[in-house]
Nanobody
Framework: QVHLVEFGGGLVKPGGSLRLSCAIS????????IGWFRQAPGKELEGVSM????????YYVDSVKGRFTVSRDNAKNTVYLQMNSLKTEDTAVYYC????????????????????WGQGTPVTVSS
């Protein structure tokens, strides 16, 4: 059974950077996709990014394009979300989520398409 654990959240000033990690255990296939989601107080869950393991395709919500980068370290069984030029509106609890490979970024930003979730890590961007 796949298990996900996020690390790396914290408090950062606007313009700063953070790197979130999603440690994966129990996965023995490359046909898998990891999405990053976030939920700000009083707001709905939002898809932020996704990486497909089979071909390393990546997807981003428009609001983070050019600032966030999703990547994978096969040897460490970890997916990262590098967040640069952070803004106050990036403040949220960030979750990584997993699903079997669907391809072509199918509904990558729809949380109902994922069946494994981490516990979340809070990110606060504030001066």
């Amino acid at each position: 059974q796949v298990h996900l654990v996020e690390f790396g959240g914290g408090l950062v000033k606007p313009g700063g950077s953070l790197r979130l990690s999603c440690a994966i255990s129990g996965l023995f296939s490359n046909y898998y996709e990891i999405g990053w989601f976030r939920q700000a107080p009083g707001k709905e869950l939002e898809g932020v990014s996704m990486i497909a393991f089979v071909d390393s395709s990546t997807y981003y919500v428009d609001s983070v394009k050019g600032r966030f980068t999703v990547s994978r370290d096969n040897a460490k069984n970890t997916v990262y979300l590098q967040m640069n030029s952070l803004k106050t509106e990036d403040t949220a609890v960030y979750y990584c989520a997993g699903r079997g490979f669907l391809g072509h970024g199918y509904k990558w930003d729809d949380g109902t398409q994922y069946n494994v979730w981490g516990q979340g890590t809070p990110v606060t961007v504030s001066s």
